[in-house]
């Protein structure tokens, strides 16, 4: 959702890197394939893909029967309404370089080390959340499925393991 930021980087990891970062209230609610892309997609191509800022219409049908990482949201807009979604592109000069880039946007993200990305259940696992605010809630689902604990603030954080 508003944590959520996609990078394009090169498969051997050199060179710059594109960020692209929710603008104002644009959620990264869903990331969608584009199946009807004619390019044949293969390990070094893995297709185009659609960001999606609301979900509801495809969580109800093409993804009835998968669980979703974010609640489904659509939008209805009556006359002389408006709404504004965007989403800003930037550069990282290497992959290391993509946590200070989003530290100066003062933008929230979470680093899992050494890259987590799912956590067996066998596996003391930390997670730093970074992010210039207070936090208010912090919600698990499923409920239960994870303990927090308060490690305090460091100056120095993550980025400098």
Known sequence: MDAGYLQVAHLHGKGKVLIAVPSGKTPF?????????????????????????HSKS???TAWKDAE???DPTSAVLRPGE????????MVAESLQDIEPAL????????C???S???????????????????????????????EF?????????????
Request: proline share 7%; net charge negative.
């Open 82 to 89: 408006t709404v504004t979604y965007g989403i800003e592109f």
């Open 116 to 146: 987590i990305c799912s956590v067996p259940r066998d596996v003391n696992a930390k997670l730093f959340l970074k992010y210039p605010k207070d936090v208010k809630s912090m919600i698990v689902e499923p409920e239960g499925a994870i």
């Open 103 to 110: 530290k100066n946007l003062r933008k929230a993200r979470c």
């Open 29 to 53: 609610e869903a990331w969608r394939p584009l199946t009807d892309d004619p390019l044949p997609s293969g390990y070094t191509y893995e297709g185009l893909h659609e960001w999606m800022v």
């Open 58 to 60: 495809y969580a109800e």
């Open 112 to 114: 899992g080390y050494t």
């Open 68 to 70: 979703q990482w974010n």
């Open 149 to 161: 604990k308060d490690a305090g603030t460091k100056e120095q954080g993550p980025e400098n393991i």
